[in-house]
């Protein structure tokens, strides 16, 4: 039997080449929004300095680490992580095919056991992936690399209440298995399934980021195109270890 990750690195390997495109196409059928657009809107609550140290967890084909590239004169330093080795050889496909020489290190790693020392850097990110992991473990990892007054900030679908009622679940779970094996394929159908139960509701983002030490907790909602489709959230917290400046907690 396949597990989770063995499907959604599969689901990913397939769709490296033309992810870019799906995802824009996706972003516009559910919430009304490009690929372009959705990364602006991370974007702005990114206030990074020169000397910051950036880590950009599950960067896929490196389409954030390419905007804050672009955006900066002094870009800061950026590491891009994913589990997928194949959308990360698209990613420094579409770096080099923009001409972009400041070149974020690229890591082939599992984000849930990062092969970073603990307290590293000093952003954060996470856009579109927080959903294929478990959010505990990942919080944890997170935590741990992040240097103390770290900037954490992610981007993904949210859940709503009404998703832990045993018959909305069920009508969920089918139609992301049916929808995604139809469009795309049964490696993604099995991969989006096994994430349904990874999608959070604000209070559930808001006490898994307590319970994994950070603070100053700030949460927003961006659009969807239907009512019935979950908003995408914006979360922004911080590392904020008492009594302690940037030194190994
Ligand atoms: C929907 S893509 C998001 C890519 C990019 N962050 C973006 O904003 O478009 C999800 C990415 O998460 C990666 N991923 C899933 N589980 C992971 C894990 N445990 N560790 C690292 N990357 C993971 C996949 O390989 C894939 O590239």
Redesign the pocket.
């Known amino acids: 039997m396949k597990s989770t ?1 063995e499907f ?2 599969e689901a ?1 390997q397939e769709m ?1 080449p033309e ?2 495109k799906k ?1 824009d196409g996706e972003l516009r059928r559910f919430w009304g929004i490009n ?1 372009g657009e ?2 602006d809107s ?1 974007m702005k609550h990114f206030t990074p300095n020169p000397d910051d140290f950036v880590l ?9 680490p390419r905007s804050i590239i672009k955006k900066y004169q002094s870009p800061p330093r950026i590491v891009g ?4 080795r194949g ?1 990360l050889k698209f990613g420094i496909v579409n770096l080099n095919s923009q001409s972009i020489h400041h070149l974020p290190a690229l890591v082939n ?4 056991q990062m092969p970073f020392s603990s307290n590293s850097f000093t952003w954060l990110i ?4 927080t959903h ?2 478990n959010p505990p473990i ?1 919080l944890a990892e997170m935590h741990r690399v992040l240097q103390n007054s770290g900037n954490l900030l992610l ?1 993904d679908v949210g859940g709503a209440d009404s998703w832990s009622n045993p018959i909305i679940k069920w009508i969920i779970g089918l139609f992301t298995m049916v929808y995604f094996s139809i469009v795309e394929s049964f490696s993604r159908a099995k ?1 989006e399934l096994s994430a349904l139960p990874n999608i959070y509701t604000i209070e559930q983002w808001k006490n898994q980021l307590q319970k994994a030490g950070f603070s100053e907790i700030e949460i927003t909602t961006m659009n969807s195109r239907f009512f019935w489709i979950p908003k995408p959230l914006i979360i922004q917290a911080k590392k904020i270890v008492e009594g302690r400046n940037d030194i190994d907690a």
């Open positions: 990750q959604v690195t990913f490296a992810y870019e995802v690929y959705f990364v991370l950009d967890v599950a960067t896929g084909t490196c389409v954030i992580l994913d589990l997928t959308m790693a599992n984000a849930m996470c856009g579109l992936a294929h992991m990942m981007a991969a």
